[in-house]
T-cell receptor
Framework: ELKVEQNPLFLSMQEGKNYTIYCNYS?????LYWYRQDPGKSLESLFV?????AVKQEGRLMASLDTKARLSTLHITAAVHDLSATYFC??????FGGGSEKLVFGKGTKLTVNP | NAGVTQTPKFQVLKTGQSMTLQCAQD?????MSWYRQDPGMGLRLIHY???????DQGEVPNGYNVSRSTTEDFPLRLLSAAPSQTSVYFC?????????????FGDGTRLSIL
């Protein structure tokens, strides 16, 4: 059974600071997704990581994947208040047709960026 | 661009009642799925479908039924609602054969069972 663990689960940080969210998973997979969720809202896709060593960046967020260590990181650079949200990683455990299919989610990291 | 549309957005049921949560997508995606989100639990997969006429169970399927008669629609049925099914339900869709495309999520249905 695939387990996906995120840490920390809660993160309070000041604007301008850097921090990293970690996502560990227990079985082999080379497909990992990061999502953002604002309170009461749906999930918004942030990054798709499909191979070992994949690194993607969008604004102040950068995600990476190490399939050998079964670890993905989401790094936040110079945080701003607008980044306050819950961030989920999700690992794809099934490759029926090569698409994103059966996702196992971490419990989420609730990020609060304070002025 | 409608994307993934879920109805209703909110629903309150009494224990033992039945209801169907609707999900429709207009992106011609083969893959559709239902998740439930509970506080501190992340999202857990209930049922999924890889195409019309094909469905399978996810991590927490008990108490729920699904069917997929068309590519566009994937309804989730609660046969006899229980308080433990109080949750936020998300439907998602995605194309098979293209892992570069993440799953697209609907806005959710907030369900309370009294």
């Amino acid at each position: 059974e695939l387990k996906v663990e995120q840490n920390p689960l809660f993160l309070s940080m000041q604007e301008g600071k850097n921090y990293t969210i970690y996502c560990n998973y227990s079985t082999t997979s080379d497909r990992l997704y990061w999502y953002r969720q604002d309170p009461g809202k749906s999930l918004e896709s942030l990054f798709v990581l499909l191979s070992n060593g994949a690194v993607k960046q969008e604004g102040r967020l950068m995600a990476s994947l190490d399939t050998k260590a079964r670890l993905s990181t989401l790094h936040i650079t110079a945080a701003v208040h607008d980044l306050s949200a819950t961030y989920f990683c999700a690992v794809d455990i099934y490759s029926f047709g090569g698409g994103s299919e059966k996702l196992v989610f971490g419990k989420g990291t609730k990020l609060t960026v304070n002025p | 661009n409608a994307g993934v549309t879920q109805t209703p957005k909110f629903q309150v049921l009494k224990t033992g009642q039945s209801m169907t949560l609707q999900c429709a997508q207009d992106m011609n995606h083969e893959y559709m799925s239902w998740y439930r989100q509970d506080p501190g639990m992340g999202l857990r997969l209930i049922h999924y479908s890889v195409g019309a006429g094909i469905t399978d169970q996810g991590e927490v399927p008990n108490g729920y039924n699904v069917s997929r008669s068309t590519t566009e629609d994937f309804p989730l049925r609660l046969l006899s609602a229980a308080p433990s099914q109080t949750s936020v339900y998300f439907c998602a869709s995605g194309p098979t054969g293209d892992s570069n495309q993440p799953q697209h999520f609907g806005d959710g249905t907030r369900l309370s069972i009294l």
